[in-house]
């Protein structure tokens, strides 16, 4: 019992996180800290840790000795009384073995508290970037919105001096309503993506940037994530220390019909004031029962537990891969956006300022430049979103965490 950690091994999960945790987005981390410190359900997991150390410390022990005492009337001359103390023998037969077992599951329930940690972290990252998406969506509907307003006002006063048709009216007016529709979407996705952060910070104070982070200089190159999922990868070891529990389950299995196997002592007074004392021990008659259900459910577990390790490591590699790629599509993506799709829009935009300001184009086209360039920084931004994302997903795939 002295060599379970008093703990409950939340030391052990504090460096295996840190150890994994994404030092790349500040911002973000910064969230996931505050969520970590105030979310009841995180503090309901790691409270897990407690009950793991209490399992630890029941497989360390062995089950107390029994007293018994008996006394018989009559009595002549003396009252007869029999007293007796038994001990299971299993438990001390199979003490070294179910030390050992325990000690696995514990580590197992690190590797557990760990992995939801870490898969909890990635959620608040996740979310966080919704925030910063949505935030600069409804920035720019708000934006849209204005525009499309004073496009319709400006179109209705010419069309009081007949300047525009109908057809140009109702266009202008249907693109207004539209405006108005985005604008009350993008809204009701904010508070819906914020109202995700809040309930992962436990707190309404919500403090975000406005911005996505730059792009790191550099990606990992297939070599580099593949040496640090080899080292990182929680469901893996996970799956090993299943597999180790369950086999070490096995030879524990094969006592089963064993039973409640007891030694004992007992000491004796007669009626006749004779005393008498002796050993004792109490053995099962396996006919009933030979313990082959526990055998089989204990070599069924193992099988079990061994072709889940071997799936994932079939499935690792790929998964890798998957995340990698879809990373470096997002990159491209950011990058294409800010180096050629926005400079381009903005300069159609200055160039139809030119034609305007020479009366060459009207102001409808002048605002459809614009509000083509507002659709494009959209993208942007949900590009950027996918891009972090995809970061995002590729530290789970790495770290051996579920999604959401």
């Not at 997991?45 to 029994?66: F, H």
């Not at 720019?140 to 006002?153: C, D, G, K, L, P």
């Amino acid at each position: 019992c002295v060599s379970v950690p008093r703990d409950a091994g939340v030391d052990d999960v504090k460096r295996a996180i840190a150890e994994r945790a994404n030092h790349d987005l500040q911002s973000a981390d910064d969230a996931v800290a505050i969520a970590i410190e105030r979310n009841p359900r995180l503090q309901a997991t790691l409270a897990e840790l407690g009950v793991a150390r209490a399992d630890l410390l029941d497989a360390s022990t062995v089950r107390n000795p029994l007293f018994e005492a008996e006394i018989r009337f009559p009595g002549d001359p003396h009252r007869p009384y029999e007293l007796r103390v038994a001990q299971t023998l299993v438990d001390l037969i199979q003490l070294r073995r179910r030390r050992a077992a325990g000690r696995i599951a514990f580590d197992a329930s690190k590797l557990r508290v760990t992995s939801e940690v870490l898969r909890f972290g990635a959620d608040v990252r996740a979310h966080y970037f919704d925030v910063i998406a949505a935030t600069q969506h409804a920035a720019m509907s708000r934006t849209n919105f204005e525009s499309a307003q004073a496009a319709t006002e400006l179109a209705q006063r010419q069309h009081d001096v007949e300047n525009i048709t109908d057809l140009d009216l109702e266009n202008e007016q249907a693109q207004y309503e539209q405006a108005k529709l985005d604008l009350a979407r993008a809204e009701q996705r904010l508070i819906i993506a914020r109202e995700m952060l809040v309930r992962d910070l436990n707190t309404t104070e919500l403090s975000i940037a406005d911005a996505f982070p730059e792009l790191p200089q550099a990606e990992f190159d297939a070599q580099q994530l593949e040496q640090l999922a080899s080292t990182r990868r929680l469901d893996i070891d996970l799956a090993r220390r299943d597999v180790e529990l369950a086999q070490r389950q096995i030879p524990l299995a094969r006592l089963a019909a064993l039973g409640e196997l007891e030694a004992d002592a007992h000491y004796e007074r007669e009626p006749s004031g004779e005393r008498t004392f002796g050993p004792g021990i109490v053995v099962p008659v396996p006919i009933f029962n030979r313990g082959e259900a526990a055998r089989s459910r204990a070599e069924a577990q193992w099988l079990r537990a061994k072709h889940t390790l071997d799936a994932l490591l079939a499935e690792s590699a790929s998964r890798l891969r998957t995340a990698k790629a879809t990373v470096a599509e997002a990159r491209a993506r950011v990058e294409y956006y800010r180096d050629v799709v926005l400079p381009r829009r903005k300069r159609i935009v200055e160039l139809t300022q030119r034609e305007h300001n020479a009366m060459l184009v009207g102001v409808f086209q002048l605002l459809a430049a614009k509000q083509n360039e507002a659709q494009a920084q959209r993208d942007s931004v949900d590009a950027q979103r996918d891009y972090w994302i995809a970061k995002n997903d590729l530290e789970r795939v790495v770290n051996g965490v579920g999604g959401e």
